[in-house]
């Protein structure tokens, strides 16, 4: 069975840390990697995706990408309390027909 | 507004009494795909279609079926649903494989 592991958390950061939320995952032939925000009882929605090795950062959010160490991770920075919520790492199957996701992690962030 | 809909959003039923859940995006997209969410065990693919008549079987798909008539639409249908299909169920549509899945609002579903 291909998993995605997440540290759970809470992570606690203050307001304008920098959070780091962190992921592997199992299949090496995957693809294709995102990160999604879930608020409590509402749907999961898209942060970044990234495909390739290295980083690629979108606002004050960054994405990281190792296939050999099969790790993916969010740095959020300048975290605000309305960035708390639960982080889901989804990585594509190898066939790109499904995404596995993590359980999430869930960020609170204090003002 | 690109987006994808679900309904109903909020459904309490009896055990036995088929339901359908319907899902409706509009970007034409090609690929859809049914999620149900628990505590403890994260989001898990159900079914899931490639294109119009063209559906599989994800990871859960015990208790569930599916149709592509139209590109458009991918009803989830529970035909005699039981207490341990109480979720909270998502559709997702992305243009293709491995591409950004767009998720519906969710329809959250108890069983009695």
């Known amino acids: 069975q291909k998993e995605v592991e997440q540290n759970s958390g809470p992570l606690s950061v203050p307001e304008g840390a920098i959070a780091s939320l962190n992921c592997t995952y199992s299949?090496?032939?995957?693809?294709?990697f995102f990160w999604y925000r879930q608020y409590s009882g509402k749907s999961p929605e898209l942060i970044m995706f990234?495909?390739?090795?290295g980083d690629k950062e979108d606002g004050r959010f960054t994405a990281q990408l190792n296939k050999a160490s099969q790790y993916v991770s969010l740095l959020i920075r300048d975290s605000q309390p309305s960035d708390s919520a639960t982080y889901l790492c989804?990585?594509?199957?190898?066939?790109?027909?499904?995404?596995?996701f993590g359980k999430g992690t869930t960020l609170s962030v204090s003002s | 507004e690109a987006q994808v809909t679900q309904n109903p959003r909020y459904l309490i039923t009896v055990t036995g009494k088929k339901l359908t859940v319907t899902c409706s995006q509009n970007?034409?997209?090609?690929?859809m795909s049914w999620y149900r969410q628990d505590p403890g065990l994260g989001l898990r693919q159900i079914y899931y279609?490639?294109?119009?008549?063209?559906?599989d079987k994800g990871d859960v798909p015990e208790g569930y079926k599916v149709s592509r008539k139209e590109k458009r639409n991918f009803p989830l249908i529970l035909e005699s649903p039981s207490p341990n299909q109480t979720s909270l169920y998502f559709c997702?549509?992305?243009?293709?494989?491995?591409?950004?899945?767009?998720f519906g609002p969710g329809t959250r579903l108890t069983v009695l």
């Open positions: 989804a990585v594509s199957n190898q066939a790109g027909t499904a995404l596995i």
């Open positions: 970007m034409n997209h090609e690929y």
């Open positions: 299949d090496r032939g995957s693809q294709s």
């Open positions: 990234i495909y390739s090795n």
């Open positions: 997702a549509s992305s243009s293709g494989r491995g591409d950004t899945q767009y």
């Open positions: 279609s490639m294109n119009v008549e063209v559906t």
